[in-house]
C-alpha cells in the first residue's frame, strides 16, 4: 500500500478563496483523521470519520471549514472562504482503530496571503 | 479534557544519550504513543506504552508511569538523522471523543557533532 495519500503537498492561495484539500487513507482502515499543525498550537485535531461517518468534528474552528467522506477511499477538507489565520500544515491520518496507530499522511501545505 | 507537557527543545551530541520527558493529566488515560516527525515530513509511529515499564526498540525506549503521569523517550547512540521533533500523544476513554489521541506540542531535539 502507498500509504496515506494527500494533495496538493503545497496551496498558496488569496484571502477569501475556496480551498480543497483531499485525502486517501490507506485500503482496510475505517478510521480517517484530519489534524492542523502550526507552531502556536501544535498538532490539532480537526474532525473524524468512522467508516465514511463524521463521529467528532468539534475540532472544527468555525463554520468556514468542511469535511466529507464520500466513500472509504476519498476525504476532503473545505475552508471556504479562506483567511490568513488558516495557514498551517493539514495532515490527514487513517487507522484500523480509533485508538491504534495512526499512519500520517505528508501533509498539505497551505498559505493564505 | 488533557494536558500534556513536553520540553519545547532539547540539544544532545552524536553518540550520546538523550531522554525526553512528557508529563500528561487525563481522566480516563488508555494508553502513550511517541511520534517522531522530521521537519517538513510527517509525524511517524515509534512506540506504544499502556501499561507501566519500559518498551524497547532497538536504540529506542519508551517508559511509562500511570500512577506519576510521566513518561520519557530515551534515545540511545544518538545520530545526526535523529535531529526532529518527538510528539507525546495520549489516549483518552473518556466522552465522545474516547479513544482518540491528543497530541503534545512536541520536543525538538537537535544532534550536533
Known amino acids: 500500500d502507498a500509504g496515506v495519500i494527500q494533495s496538493p503537498r503545497h496551496e498558496v492561495t488569496e484571502m477569501g478563496q475556496e480551498v480543497t484539500l483531499r485525502c486517501k487513507p490507506i485500503s482496510g482502515h475505517d478510521y480517517l483523521f484530519w489534524y492542523r499543525q502550526t507552531m502556536m498550537r501544535g498538532l490539532e485535531l480537526l474532525i473524524y470519520f468512522n467508516n465514511n461517518v463524521p463521529i467528532d468534528d468539534s475540532g472544527m474552528p468555525e463554520d468556514r471549514f468542511s469535511a466529507k467522506m464520500p466513500n472509504a477511499s476519498f476525504s476532503t477538507l473545505k475552508i471556504q472562504p479562506s483567511e490568513p489565520r488558516d495557514s498551517a500544515v493539514y495532515f490527514c491520518a487513517s487507522s484500523v482503530d480509533r485508538g491504534t496507530e495512526a499512519f500520517f499522511g505528508q501533509g498539505t501545505r497551505l498559505t493564505v496571503v | 479534557g488533557q494536558n500534556i507537557d513536553q520540553p519545547t527543545e532539547m540539544t544532545a551530541t552524536e553518540g550520546a544519550i538523550v531522554q525526553i520527558n512528557c508529563t500528561y493529566q487525563?481522566?480516563?488515560?488508555?494508553?502513550l504513543f511517541w511520534y517522531q516527525q522530521h521537519a517538513g515530513e510527517a509525524p511517524t509511529f515509534l512506540s506504544y506504552?499502556?501499561?507501566?515499564g519500559l518498551e524497547e526498540k532497538g536504540r529506542f525506549s519508551s517508559f511509562l508511569s500511570r500512577s506519576k503521569g510521566y513518561s520519557y523517550l530515551l534515545l540511545k547512540e544518538l545520530q545526526m538523522k535523529d535531529s526532529a521533533s518527538y510528539l507525546c500523544a495520549v489516549r483518552d476513554r473518556g466522552g465522545n471523543a474516547g479513544n482518540m489521541l491528543t497530541f503534545g506540542g512536541g520536543t525538538r531535539l537537535m544532534v550536533k557533532p
Open positions: 487525563t481522566s480516563g488515560f488508555n494508553g
Open positions: 506504552n499502556v501499561l507501566d
